[in-house]
T-cell receptor, first 111, second 114 residues
Framework: AQRVTQPEKLLSVFKGAPVELKCNYS??????LFWYVQYSRQRLQLLLR??SRESIKGFTADLNKGETSFHLKKPFAQEEDSAMYYC?????????????FGSGTQLTVLP | DTGVSQDPRHKITKRGQNVTFRCDPI?????LYWYRQTLGQGPEFLTY????????KSRLLSDRFSAERPKGSFSTLEIQRTEQGDSAMYLC????????????FGPGTRLLVL
């Protein structure tokens, strides 16, 4: 069975400060990792996926298989980054296609 | 709006009543997922369809829950004999079976069982 842990329910940083949202996972096979974001009054949307290895809105995340982590980072937080962030995992192969989500981290960027 | 749509957006019902939710996926998407989200938690998988075939069901999906996707387009999720513990946000997502297979989520249906 797979599991995703986001240890921080709430995280506050000041505008311009670096931010790191932690995500750890457990899965016996090869996972695909994602970060989803939900802005206030909006639907859940994909922010980035580890396979793409791209930076979206200044955010990056590196899959560390040794530490089984997929932390989300941004060097300079902006007020518009305030949102709920969910880390999610999907098996890279096999028949199971569903996402397993963490419990989320509410990020608040203070002015 | 060509995104995933869900109806109704809110539902209040009394314990013991049956409720049905509808999800309309993005038109060319052949995979459709249902998730449930309770307060303070991330979404939890319930079931998924590829075209009209229901391929996987979670253990969370008790026999009071049933989902259909009769023509491989829209889907319905029915909860019979609702219980207070069924109160949650029910999310639908759809994806296209291709290399990326990004799941696009709908706005959700918030259910409150009194």
């Amino acid at each position: 069975a797979q599991r995703v842990t986001q240890p921080e329910k709430l995280l506050s940083v000041f505008k311009g400060a670096p931010v790191e949202l932690k995500c750890n996972y457990s899965y016996s096979g090869s996972p695909e990792l994602f970060w989803y974001v939900q802005y206030s009054r909006q639907r859940l949307q994909l922010l980035l996926r580890h396979i793409s290895r791209e930076s979206i809105k200044g955010f990056t995340a590196d899959l560390n298989k040794g530490e089984t982590s997929f932390h989300l980072k941004k060097p300079f937080a902006q007020e518009e980054d305030s949102a709920m962030y969910y880390c999610a995992l999907k098996p890279l192969s096999g028949s199971a296609r569903q996402l397993t989500f963490g419990s989320g981290t509410q990020l608040t960027v203070l002015p | 709006d060509t995104g995933v749509s869900q109806d109704p957006r809110h539902k209040i019902t009394k314990r013991g009543q049956n409720v049905t939710f509808r999800c309309d996926p993005i038109s060319e998407h052949n995979r459709l997922y249902w998730y449930r989200q309770t307060l303070g938690q991330g979404p939890e998988f319930l079931t998924y369809f590829q075209n009209e075939a229901q391929l996987e069901k979670s253990r969370l999906l008790s026999d009071r829950f049933s989902a259909e996707r009769p023509k491989g387009s829209f889907s319905t999720l029915e909860i019979q004999r609702t219980e207070q513990g069924d109160s949650a946000m029910y999310l639908c997502a759809s994806s296209l079976r291709d290399g990326q297979e990004t799941q696009y989520f709908g706005p959700g249906t918030r259910l409150l069982v009194l």
